[in-house]
């Protein structure tokens, strides 16, 4: 499975959606993430990807979509 693709089962996971949001697709306004979910995924994201994410990256713009979660783990490994 790669990086995106486990993207995607993280946030269906935490959404509980069985839909996949599309790579560009916003994730707030399309309501599979709200702000309580936005801590509940980044520490997912943190035990699969083995990263860290201080306090002050938790803003719904640098997880706005699948896409910019993929770049924003690029830069942090």
């Keep these: 499975m790669n990086r995106r693709e486990k993207i995607i089962q993280i946030v269906k996971q935490v959404s509980g959606k069985p839909t996949v949001p599309d790579a560009d697709e916003s994730l ?17 994201l ?3 990807f083995q ?14 979509s699948v896409e910019r ?9």
Excluded: C, H, W
Aim: charged share 35%.
């Design 51 to 64: 990263v860290q994410v201080p306090d002050s990256d938790l803003t719904p713009r640098k997880f706005e």
């Design 69 to 77: 979660i993929e770049n924003y783990l690029e830069s942090r490994t």
């Design 28 to 44: 707030f306004e399309s309501g599979y993430l709200d702000s309580f979910a936005l801590t509940d995924m980044v520490s997912a």
């Design 46 to 48: 943190e035990k699969e």
